[in-house]
């Protein structure tokens, strides 16, 4: 039965699911991305719609509305979610053959939750409930609905079906209006202790599960993600690279990592030029660690590497790793990418081959 959350989860979810007629009727599931919280959500949201919830406060994953909801059309589940995600959901559904996608007619699909949706939502809510039972309406990410959205939602906030439950997921909860963050009740998903981390992955099979939990700030659930898609590979890829890069030519790997970006690898692994800032903004930040003597937290598997490049010492990681935080905060709009990236692998190398 724990199976269907992991370990560190079912304290809270024992709590919740002890008195569900006393569930309020918005919650805000709040943590970092790979907290789980997503996951909490999808189960809430199950038991909530089962008509014969088990004895382990799990839905039963066998009655009809079980089935509905596996099969992504039980009549009182509203999702909201950005068209973007659930475009990329569809097009992984149909291994990318033949989806005649909004994307593919040159319009791009929104990464927000737009207003539009919320009076969809709403309407259906006027309707009444299919089933006699609760209804849910699972907005995820929350901080992905717009101000007229937000402002939207809040009417049925304030004045919610007596049905109803709302459920809102969140990575970074201050970006919420305060009129929404008020209305509802807050549950964080904080990591899970080092030790019980580590007994899960192992219990997954996860590969360098070690090194991943590191570079994933101890959050095992997106070490996970990483250890069994394309990003791992993007992993060791930067990191081949971030080894060759001290005796090599930083405006060569530019026009490399300019192609990578590009290609169906990197859009498949969600690799942009953001997400490679970070790494070396990770990289950056080991490399200081390391040259005070203490072990690097994102690349632990680099540990050898990353002491032959602390010559300069803590002052020049540091400066370094505070210059890349002002190219990350203009990583997603560059003016041309690949300057970009030259000029920050040659920022990067100062560091690298400072005596
Ligand atoms: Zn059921």
Redesign the pocket.
Same mark, same amino acid.
């Given at each position: 039965m724990s199976a269907l959350l992991p370990p560190w989860l079912l304290p809270l979810w024992q709590q919740v699911t002890r008195d569900l007629a006393r569930l309020p009727h918005a919650l805000l599931l709040e943590g970092p991305a790979g907290s789980g919280k997503r996951q909490f959500a999808e189960q809430l949201a199950?038991r909530l719609l089962?008509?014969?919830?088990g004895g382990d406060g799990f *839905? $039963?994953?066998?009655?009809a *509305? $079980?089935n509905w909801f596996a099969a992504g059309n039980h009549p009182d589940m509203h999702r909201m979610v950005p068209a973007s995600a659930a475009l990329a959901e569809q097009e992984e559904g149909e291994d990318g053959e033949g989806s005649e996608s909004s994307a593919k007619d040159g319009k791009k699909a929104s990464d927000q939750i737009v207003i539009d949706q919320v009076r969809q939502m709403q309407s259906l809510l006027e309707v009444g409930g299919h089933q006699g039972g609760r209804r849910v309406v699972l907005i995820d990410p929350a901080e992905a609905m717009n101000v007229p959205t937000a402002n939207a939602l809040l009417k049925s906030l304030e004045e919610p079906p007596g049905d109803a439950v709302f459920l809102l997921v969140s990575h970074s909860p201050r970006r919420l209006l305060p009129t929404i963050r008020s209305r509802c009740q807050s549950w964080s998903f904080p990591r899970p202790e080092r030790a019980v981390a580590q007994q899960w992955l192992a219990a997954q099979r996860v590969s360098d599960a070690e090194a991943l939990l590191g570079f994933s700030g101890g959050l095992p659930l997106a070490a996970a993600a990483i250890a069994s898609g394309p990003l791992a590979d993007a992993r060791k890829r930067f990191m081949r690279d971030m080894q060759g890069l001290s005796r090599g030519d930083p405006l060569k790997l530019a026009g490399e990592w300019e192609a990578w970006l590009k290609s169906k690898a990197a859009l498949e692994a969600g690799l942009t030029l953001t997400v490679l800032v970070s790494w070396l903004q990770r990289w950056a930040y080991d490399a200081s660690r390391v040259a005070q003597g203490a072990a690097p937290r994102f690349f632990s598997d680099a540990a050898a590497e990353l002491a032959t490049l602390t010559k300069g010492g803590f002052d020049v990681w540091s400066s370094c790793y505070n210059e890349l935080a002002g190219y990350r905060r203009v990583s997603q709009h560059p003016l041309n990418a690949r300057l970009f990236l030259e000029d920050m692998l040659l920022r990067t190398t100062r560091a690298m081959t400072t005596k």
């Open positions: 199950r089962c008509v014969s919830p *839905a $039963c994953g066998a009655c *509305a $079980c």
